[in-house]
């Protein structure tokens, strides 16, 4: 069965830095997002993809993070300067068609650690 | 966003059904009723989502109300591995995102 995949499982940053976090969706799909969780805390939206660009992103999705498509099979989150608060599970997720009519994949996470 | 509520949490015997329900009174016409599932340490998991009419899958049945202001997740026959934070979530006409809120924290005793 088709599978999101990401990577890495686990990074631990020094506040300030970049980071890319990097998720492979499902290959026949063409929407793709990004979801946080913060520790204790609900899933959070943070940005919509489609067609090459941004669909739709939330209030959290400001000028330190950008999304990518950069080779037509990996979808990237960077946050250019890190800070604490940036701590959290990230999730990203895939579906065929738009969010609403169909089922979003989600990913396994990447548990980003900022100190 | 449009709002949905949900109990905080509830208990169920394992190998028993389930229902879990979800108000949803602000709903329009064109929203649809989703439902996902986490999973302790996993990633949100799709389980099923409809419109107007119930629906059924592999996983669960979705009984949605005739005035759409409400709906119903049944799982037929709880396992332990049921045990999750499900997720009643509108899936706005105008959105391709959805907004997770708190969810259903369902515990299973075996």
């Known amino acids: 069965e088709p599978e999101v995949t990401q990577t890495p499982s686990h990074q631990v940053t020094q506040m300030g830095q970049e980071v890319i976090l990097r998720c492979v969706p499902i290959?026949?799909?063409?929407?793709f997002y990004w979801y946080r969780q913060i520790l204790g805390q609900k899933v959070e939206f943070l940005v919509s993809?489609?067609?090459?660009?941004?669909?739709?992103k939330s209030e959290i999705f400001d000028d330190q993070f950008s999304v990518e498509r950069p080779d037509g099979s990996n979808f990237t989150l960077k946050i250019r300067s890190t800070k604490l608060e940036d701590s959290a599970m990230y999730f990203c997720a895939s579906s065929r068609t738009s969010g609403r009519r169909s089922e979003q994949f989600f990913g396994p996470g990447t548990r980003l650690t900022v100190l | 966003d449009a709002k949905t509520t949900q109990p905080n949490s509830m208990e169920s015997n394992e190998e028993e059904p389930v229902h879990l329900p979800c108000n949803h009174s602000?709903?329009?016409?064109?929203?649809?009723i989703h439902w996902y599932r986490q999973l302790p340490s996993q990633g949100p998991e799709y389980v099923i989502h409809g419109l107007t009419s119930n629906v059924n899958n592999r996983m669960a049945s979705l009984a949605i109300a005739e005035d759409r202001k409400s709906s119903t997740l049944i799982l037929h026959r709880a396992t332990l591995r049921d045990a999750a934070v499900y997720y009643c979530?509108?899936?706005?006409?105008?959105?391709?995102?959805?907004?997770f809120g708190k969810g259903t924290r369902l515990h299973i005793l075996p």
């Open positions: 993809f489609y067609n090459n660009e941004i669909s739709e």
């Open positions: 979530i509108l899936a706005l006409n105008r959105d391709d995102k959805i907004i």
């Open positions: 602000t709903i329009s016409g064109t929203d649809y």
């Open positions: 290959s026949n799909h063409l929407y």
